[in-house]
C-alpha cells in the first residue's frame, strides 16, 4: 500500500504559525504534482497548495501571502508552512499527490478527484 507520510500540524493561536511536511515514494514524488488539502468539519475536502518539481506552485486565494508550499526533491519531501494561521483554517490537513501538469495550473480546477493519493492527514487547529 502506498503510503504518504504525514508530520507536523498542531494547535496554535491565531496570528501564529505551523507547518507541516510529507513525505513520499520516490516514483510518487517525481510523476505527480504535491499538494496540501484541508476538510474542516462539515465541509468539502478542498485544495490549499500545490507544488510542481519544475517549481511551479498553486494556491487556493484563501492562503495567498501566507502560506508557502516548497519541495525537497532529495527527500521526496513536499512542505506547507502556514503563517498568520486564521481559526477558519482549522482543518484536517491531507497531502496530495495530484494528477496535474503545471501548465495546465489556472485551466484546470485542483479538485480532490484528480488526487491519486492522499495521506492520513494531520490536524491543525487555531484558536481565536
Known amino acids: 500500500q502506498v503510503q504518504l507520510v504525514e508530520s507536523g500540524g498542531g494547535l496554535v493561536q491565531a496570528g501564529g504559525s505551523l507547518s507541516v511536511s510529507c513525505a513520499a515514494p520516490a516514483f510518487i514524488f517525481s510523476r505527480y504534482a504535491m499538494g496540501w488539502f484541508r476538510q474542516a468539519p462539515g465541509k468539502e475536502r478542498e485544495f490549499v497548495a500545490a507544488s510542481w518539481s519544475d517549481s511551479s506552485t498553486s494556491y487556493t486565494n484563501s492562503v495567498k501571502g501566507r502560506f508557502t508550499i516548497s519541495r525537497d526533491n532529495a527527500k521526496n519531501t513536499v512542505y506547507l508552512q502556514m503563517d498568520s494561521l486564521k481559526p477558519e483554517d482549522t482543518a484536517v490537513y491531507y497531502c496530495?499527490?495530484?494528477?496535474?501538469?503545471?501548465?495546465?495550473?489556472?485551466?484546470?480546477?485542483?479538485?480532490?478527484?484528480?488526487?491519486?493519493?492522499w495521506g492520513q492527514g494531520t490536524q491543525v487547529t487555531v484558536s481565536s
Open positions: 496530495a499527490a495530484v494528477d496535474l501538469r503545471s501548465f495546465q495550473i489556472g485551466r484546470i480546477p485542483i479538485t480532490a478527484n484528480r488526487v491519486q493519493y
